[in-house]
């Protein structure tokens, strides 16, 4: 595929729109734990029924990546965002573990289709001495639901019956996003009619990459981040009831403001400070957070842990993908970037489950102190990363 000459051409502004409408489909279930309870749905279910959707995405993650190209990806994306409004209606009426866990895992589905087919045209657009700049202004895109969607439906919950009818709403946004895959879909096909064939991956290239030690690492540090972000995220609301306060929309705003900031106006830092330097502060800031939180009784306190949160993701997740981005050989660069939203959406469900775990284990404090146990392992595990790479030469490290 050609590669664009400039980062903000219309194909990238339309991929970030279109990650932004898919992920208000995934943040809109922030409160799916309170609206299981509230219809009748087992304590020992709710945290996997939370995670389900992220174990459908995985499964098609490990299987089907090396069949997506930049060439039919439109056409999956296509599907992903029909297969989203036909789920959005059907929480409306779930009310058994077995509907729900259906609609669920078809919902992991879309959600495959559209991520992995957004990455996939995005890693073969963007210009790789930009790459850092690219995947921090993507993840805007990806995390910005993660501060207005609860938010939103904060304002709206006292008008609807149910949080059902949120779920629903959420999805009807993916109306606008079929147009714009309409689009990028007819651009890509005259590019296509010019492009060099793209190199073909098995599934067994694929986890032979993924098994080098550089790769698996990055996967890994990926993974241990978001168990920890998705853990809070789905616990919060009942966080910030059981300190006596009804609302955690702002809480995630104030986030989500300091990240969009650094990653916003961050302009080239990604792409020439050290990667490794910046995963490590991100993980140092969100432990303090995550012990700051522990010990919160006050509302200002949430809101400064809070913002030390912010603060360290507005570092991570471009760093992470910037620097696979930039350890991977050519022909893996679409597959391993593929590869870290399998570690994300792996992170989405095992978050979920370990959150509820340790929550009904020790409580919200436990919770929290447990996180900031998982940021210390994530620290430990950058030392490992360094060694690796210097190992295998990588070109992040002769940089």
């Known amino acids: 595929m050609t590669r664009a000459k400039t980062l903000f051409n219309f194909d990238f502004i339309a991929v970030c729109l279109l990650i932004f409408l898919g992920y208000c489909n995934i943040t809109v279930f922030y409160n799916l734990y309170q609206h299981l309870e509230r219809i009748g749905i087992a304590q020992e279910w709710r945290g996997f029924l939370i995670g389900s959707s992220s174990l459908a995405t995985i499964t098609f993650f490990l299987f089907a990546s090396p069949y997506l190209t930049a060439r039919n990806a439109p056409k999956w994306a296509c599907v992903g965002a029909l297969l989203l409004l036909a789920c959005g209606p059907v929480y409306l009426v779930a009310d058994n573990a077995g509907v729900i866990l ?8 879309a959600v495959y289709l559209i991520t992995a087919a957004c990455m996939t045209i995005m890693v073969s657009h963007i210009p790789p001495e930009r790459s850092g700049q690219a995947f921090s202004l993507y993840s805007v895109a990806l995390l910005l639901p993660y501060s207005i969607v ?3 439906c904060g304002l709206v919950a006292p008008l609807t019956p149910s949080a059902a009818y949120e779920y629903e ?5 993916l109306l606008p996003g079929l147009l714009l895959i309409l689009i990028i879909a007819r651009r890509q096909r005259r590019e296509a009619a010019v492009a060099k064939p793209e190199p073909r991956v098995s599934l067994a290239d694929m986890y032979r990459n993924a098994a080098q030690p550089p790769i698996a690492l990055v996967l890994l540090l990926n993974l241990v981040y978001v168990i ?3 853990s809070l995220f789905f616990m919060a609301k009942g966080l910030f009831q059981s300190r006596g306060f009804a609302d955690v929309g702002y809480y995630f705003t104030i986030q989500m403001c300091c990240m969009i900031f650094i990653r916003a106006f961050g302009k080239h830092l990604f792409d020439h400070a050290s990667k490794v330097t910046l995963i490590r502060l991100t993980f140092l800031l969100s432990g303090a957070s995550f012990i700051l ?4 009784t006050e509302l200002w306190q949430l809101y400064a842990s809070s913002f030390a949160m912010g603060i360290g993701m507005g570092f991570g997740s471009p760093a992470m993908y910037a620097y696979m981005f930039a350890i991977s050989p050519p022909r893996f660069k679409v597959i391993n970037s593929n590869l870290m939203m399998v570690s994300l959406q792996a992170g989405n469900f095992l978050g979920p489950v370990f959150g509820a775990w340790a929550m009904h284990l020790s409580g919200y404090d436990g919770l929290m102190l447990a996180d900031a146990g998982i940021c210390v392992l994530g620290i430990a595990m950058t030392y490992a990363l360094t060694r690796a790479c210097a190992a295998a030469n990588c070109e992040e490290v002769r940089a």
């Open 293 to 296: 939180a522990a010990h919160s």
């Open 150 to 152: 609860p938010a939103v």
């Open 228 to 230: 920890a972000f998705s």
């Open 102 to 109: 259906a609609v669920r895992l078809a919902n992991g589905t």
């Open 169 to 173: 709403g959420a999805s009807l946004l």
